[in-house]
C-alpha cells in the first residue's frame, strides 16, 4: 500500500520537513495578520498625508486671508463748503454728486501738514488718501445734505500702499528704493498715527462693492451676485433634463444599440474637459445664436451642459438603488408603470438625485475655463441686476484678482476663496439636509 496522504492533502515539503498542519496554518496565520496591520498603517498613513496637505493649504489660505478683512482707515475733520457743494442752495442730488469733494479732502490734508508746500511733496501727500476716498464723502453729503456747510469728521480709506504698511507688509527699514512708499510719506503716516488718526476698521467694502483696480475699494458682492444667476440658469435647466433623462433610460428606454450609444456618450462627456463646452457655448451661443456676451445667462447654460451628465449618472445610480420589490408591489396593487416610477421609484431615488444634483451644482460652481471662453473674465463695476447684465463669477474674480500687480489683491484673492469654499461647504451640507429629509426606509 502506497504511504501517499489521502487526498494529497499534505505537500512534500510537509511531508518531508514532518510539520504539524496546526502549526503551519498558525504560521501562516501569522504572516496574514502581519499584512493585514501594515496595510492599515499604509492607509492610515495615506489619510494622514492628505488630511496634513488639506490643512497645510487651509492654514496658508486663511493666514494670507485674514488682513484683508481689515482696512486702514484715516479720520479727516473736511469743511463741506456751500459754494463748492451746491453753489445755487437746491439740494439736488445730481449737483451734489457732481461736486467736488477731492478738493475738500486736499483741503483737509492740508490743515494737517501745513509745511508742505511744494507741488511734488503736495502730490505725496494726497497719494496717501485712496482713489475713492471721495466716494465717502460724497455719500455722506447725498444721504444728508443738512450737513453742507459744517466742519464733519469723516472716516476715509488709505491707499492699498499704506493699508499695507499699516499691517507690517511693507517694512520701514528696507530700503526706500525696495518699497512703493517714501520715508517722507511713512514720516506723515506715523505722524498720523500718534495723533489717533488712523485706525483699524472691518472691511465692508470687500462684502458690498463690485471689482475695482484699487484694492481697497475691491469687493466680491459683483460676483456673488454673478454666481447667484448663473448657478440658479444653471439648476433650473440640469436639473429637470438631467432627472428626466435618467429616469428614461433607466425604467422607459428599450435596451438596443440606440440607448447603448446614448449611455456610452453620458459617460464620455462627464470626462470631457471643462474648456470644451466653453468653446462649444462660444460657438452654438454666442456665435451663431447671437446671445450676450459675458451674462450669467450663456454663462449658466454652458455650465447646464457641463453638468448634465454628472446629474444623470448620479440620478441612474439612485434609481439602480431602489429595490425591485417596490416596482413589483407597485405593478402587482393594480398601478401603471408610469404611476409606479412617479409615485414610487422616484420619492425613494430623490435623495441620491438631490445630493448628485448639488454636487454637480458645487462642481460648476467652481468652474473657471468654461466662463472665460464666453467673455465673463471681462472688468465689472457694476452689480448684476438680472441674468443678462454683464457680470464674472467668484472663480473667475479670484484668478482676474490673482494675476493683478498689488500686493493687496492676494490677500483678497485669498478672502474670495475662504468666501467660495464656505459657499461649497453650505451647499454640501444642504445635500445632507436634504438626503436625511428626503430619505425613506424599506
Wanted: charged share 20%.
Amino acid at each position: 500500500m502506497s504511504n501517499e496522504p489521502l487526498g494529497g492533502l499534505a505537500t512534500a515539503p510537509q511531508a518531508a520537513i514532518g510539520r504539524p498542519i496546526a502549526d503551519v496554518v498558525a504560521a501562516s496565520l501569522k504572516s496574514r495578520y502581519a499584512s493585514e496591520r501594515r496595510f492599515r498603517l499604509y492607509g492610515l498613513a495615506a489619510i494622514s498625508f492628505a488630511v496634513l496637505c488639506l490643512a497645510v493649504i487651509l492654514f496658508t489660505i486663511i493666514r494670507t486671508a485674514i488682513p484683508a478683512f481689515t482696512q486702514t482707515m484715516i479720520n479727516l475733520d473736511v469743511t463741506l463748503y456751500p459754494q463748492e457743494i451746491d453753489p445755487e442752495g437746491t439740494r439736488d442730488p445730481e449737483t451734489l454728486s457732481r461736486a467736488d469733494y477731492q478738493r475738500l479732502l486736499r483741503d483737509a490734508m492740508d490743515d494737517l501738514f501745513p509745511e508742505v508746500t511744494s507741488r511734488a511733496e503736495r502730490r505725496a501727500l494726497f497719494a496717501m488718501l485712496s482713489p475713492g476716498a471721495t466716494y465717502f464723502v460724497r455719500q455722506l453729503v447725498i444721504d444728508d445734505p443738512s450737513l453742507i456747510g459744517q466742519r464733519v469728521r469723516v472716516q476715509v480709506p488709505l491707499s492699498d500702499d499704506f493699508d499695507q504698511l499699516a499691517k507690517g507688509r511693507i517694512r520701514a527699514d528696507t530700503a526706500e528704493a525696495e518699497r512703493r512708499v517714501s520715508d517722507k510719506q511713512i514720516e506723515w503716516f506715523e505722524r498720523l498715527r500718534s495723533r489717533g488718526m488712523i485706525e483699524t476698521a472691518f472691511n465692508r467694502t470687500l462684502f458690498s462693492a463690485g471689482d475695482s483696480r484699487s484694492p481697497e475699494l475691491a469687493g466680491v458682492w459683483g460676483s456673488v451676485v454673478g454666481s447667484f444667476w448663473t448657478m440658479l440658469i444653471t439648476m433650473v435647466l440640469a436639473f429637470p433634463l438631467a432627472v428626466g433623462a435618467a429616469i428614461y433610460l433607466e425604467e422607459f428606454a428599450p435596451k438596443n444599440r440606440f440607448t447603448e450609444i446614448i449611455e456610452v456618450n453620458i459617460n464620455n462627456l462627464a470626462a470631457v474637459p471643462s474648456i470644451v463646452f466653453g468653446l462649444l457655448g462660444l460657438a452654438v451661443f454666442i456665435s451663431f445664436f447671437g446671445l450676450p456676451r459675458s451674462t450669467p445667462l450663456v454663462g449658466g447654460l454652458v455650465l447646464a451642459l457641463m453638468t448634465l451628465p454628472t446629474i444623470i449618472i448620479a440620478s441612474r445610480a439612485a434609481i439602480k438603488a431602489v429595490p425591485p420589490s417596490i416596482r413589483e408591489a407597485a405593478l402587482g396593487v393594480g398601478a401603471s408603470k408610469v404611476q409606479s416610477v412617479f409615485h414610487f421609484v422616484t420619492p425613494l431615488a430623490m435623495p441620491g438625485m438631490l445630493t448628485g444634483s448639488i454636487i454637480g451644482a458645487a462642481q460648476a460652481l467652481g468652474e473657471t475655463a468654461p466662463l472665460l471662453m464666453v467673455g465673463m473674465v471681462a472688468f465689472i463695476v457694476d452689480i448684476p441686476g438680472g441674468p443678462l447684465d454683464p457680470a464674472t463669477v467668484m472663480p473667475v474674480q479670484i484668478y482676474i484678482w490673482s494675476d493683478a500687480p498689488e500686493r493687496a489683491f492676494i490677500e483678497r484673492s485669498s478672502a474670495a476663496i475662504c468666501i467660495l469654499l464656505g459657499f461649497l461647504v453650505c451647499m454640501n451640507l444642504i445635500a445632507v439636509v436634504l438626503r436625511r429629509q428626503f430619505e425613506r426606509k424599506w
